[in-house]
């Protein structure tokens, strides 16, 4: 179902600048990339989306590549508060397909 | 502004059992989703809904499964005859429109069938 794919876990030391892979080789013109954030057993939560160009917000960054296929979620500084499974999404029609995402463990 | 709510947060069931979940959105929100999350698994999409239509429930279990948002009140997800497999969190989103780009989660209902 998910048209993407990550890695299943990362460290990052407290810090520093957490980067976050995604995969969406299968993505159609108009898809948008979404990364949403699950801290424990809370609900998803919003970081960012993009359709082509890099964008960047209070919380984090996102880099998608030129040709589409793949996208680089940045945290700037990560804090133990950012572990998280971290999930790049790629819309179909009303549906967000989660995947299993990235566990990300920020390390003091 | 309060975010989306949901009730209970934990819920007990013996098999057989009917398990309602109630999901009231973010205020202005008029379309609802339902996510059932397994141990261990991401959120697997169950059903979309506007005021008094279900637009989408491709996610949804054929038999047992049920969701309405009636024009007044709170979106509902009700799951009928309940089994061990049915535990789950169950998380709700809501959004503005069809074309929102973000999706409010809930803190999610967690039930237990024993």
């Known amino acids: 179902d998910a048209k993407t794919t990550q890695p299943p876990s990362m460290d990052c030391a407290e810090g520093r600048a957490a980067n976050l892979p995604c995969n969406h080789s299968?993505?159609?013109?108009?898809?948008?990339v979404y990364w949403y954030r699950q801290i424990h057993s809370q609900g998803p939560q919003y970081i960012i989306h993009?359709?082509?160009n890099n964008e960047t917000n209070e919380m984090a960054s996102l880099i998608i590549t030129e040709d589409r296929k793949s996208s680089t979620l940045i945290l700037p500084h990560a804090t133990l508060r950012d572990t998280a499974v971290y999930y790049c999404?790629?819309?179909?029609?009303?549906?967000?397909?989660f995947g299993t995402g990235t566990s990300l463990t920020v390390i003091p | 502004n309060a975010g989306v709510m949901q009730n209970p947060r934990h819920l007990v069931r013996r098999r057989g059992q009917e398990a309602r979940l109630r999901c009231s959105p973010m205020?202005?929100?008029?379309?609802v989703y339902w996510y059932r999350q397994l141990p261990e698994e991401g959120l697997k999409f169950m059903v979309y809904?506007?005021?008094?239509?279900?637009?989408?429930e491709s996610g949804m279990p054929k038999e047992r499964f049920s969701a309405e948002f009636p024009k007044e009140g709170p979106s509902i997800l009700r799951i009928q005859q309940v089994v061990r497999g049915d535990s789950a969190a169950y998380f709700c989103?809501?959004?503005?429109?069809?074309?929102?780009?973000?999706?409010?989660f809930g803190p999610g209902t967690r039930l237990t069938v024993t």
């Open positions: 299968t993505i159609s013109g108009n898809e948008y």
């Open positions: 809904l506007q005021k008094e239509n279900i637009i989408d």
């Open positions: 999404i790629v819309r179909q029609d009303n549906q967000f397909y």
């Open positions: 205020k202005g929100h008029s379309h």
């Open positions: 993009g359709l082509k």
């Open positions: 989103a809501s959004s503005p429109g069809q074309g929102a780009h973000e999706q409010y």
